[in-house]
């Protein structure tokens, strides 16, 4: 564990909030970000997002997080009480650290994004490789 | 005009009405104020109820969990839903910047409209969505009292 203080990596983000957009709304997930001296690893709360119906964006150091819900058909049933709405999420970071973005892995599991943003460049300590004559 | 049938089914049909003009004014409002932090608002795992005639469906948003973990029992009327969400297990050297997913034990009961056939329930865990099927008791449900036509009326008297 280093002793130094590192800048932080989340430096600001524009958080959708609540937004129409095709008649749905998007969410922002809830989001824990980790970092180690390797990575920076996202999780985000995003339930009822399929692999498939997942994007993840990487633009410059703007990393953007969109995941879309296909909503249950319950037509022969009336709604009797709600604490959720269901709707599209998003998501907009940026990024302190240069990423090595062609490691970059996503995946969903059990509706959570699994996010591993490998750093690159200066971010990260250089390993050289030794050649052997 | 005509007394309705069942006083409590109209109730509920005008609670639903207000319901649904309740949430009507909270979308228009949040149009225009935001609500920033959806998942500050209620406790965890926030639920919907789906009713008909013949059963309630309540769906979970419950991403992350092992469903194995899961408890689920129904008495009567009422629904009990318990689990628990693990703290991440961080590598050497790992921080967290930000921390905003819930963890920890949860519980929630909730009192369906009518009561409930246990041994029917269903439950399914997909892409962190929890869907649990909870059919009517059939002692519950309205009868339906056949009216049998007295023979003379078979025929044009």
């Keep these: 564990m280093t002793e130094e203080t590192r800048a932080i990596q989340v430096q600001q983000e524009q958080r959708p909030a609540v937004r129409e957009t095709r008649s749905r709304r998007v969410f922002a997930p809830a989001v824990d970000i980790v970092e180690t001296n390797d990575d920076i690893l996202v999780l985000a709360d995003m339930p009822g997002v399929r692999q498939d119906d997942l994007e993840v964006v990487l633009e410059k150091n703007v990393l953007t997080i969109r995941g879309t819900v296909q909503l249950p058909a319950m037509q022969d049933y009336d709604l009797e009480y709600a604490e959720y709405e269901g709707g599209d999420y998003e998501r907009v970071f940026t990024l302190a650290d240069d990423i090595d973005r062609e490691k970059i892995e996503a995946e969903m599991k059990h509706g959570v994004l699994h996010l591993r943003l490998p750093k690159a460049g200066p971010a990260r300590i250089r390993r050289i490789p030794v050649k052997t004559g | ?157």
């Design chain 2, 1 to 157: 005009m005509l007394e309705p049938l069942f006083p409590w089914r109209e109730m509920r049909r005008m609670e639903r009405e207000m319901d649904r003009m309740q949430r009507e004014m909270e979308r228009m409002f949040d149009t225009f104020f935001p609500r920033r932090r959806r998942w500050m608002e209620v406790e965890f795992p926030p639920l919907n109820i789906w009713t008909n005639n013949d059963q309630a469906i309540v769906t979970a948003e419950l991403p992350g969990i092992n469903p194995e973990e899961l408890e689920l029992s129904v008495n009567n009327d009422t629904l009990i839903l318990r689990g628990k969400r693990l703290v991440n297990h961080l590598p050497e050297g790992a921080r967290y910047q930000r921390r905003e997913r819930f963890q920890g034990e949860f519980a929630r009961s909730l009192q369906l409209p009518f009561a409930i056939d246990a041994d029917k329930v269903e439950a399914h865990y997909e892409n962190g969505v929890l869907t649990i099927t909870l059919p009517r008791a059939e002692a519950d449900k309205p009868k339906r009292i056949a009216v049998h036509a007295a023979e003379s009326n078979g025929k044009e008297g």
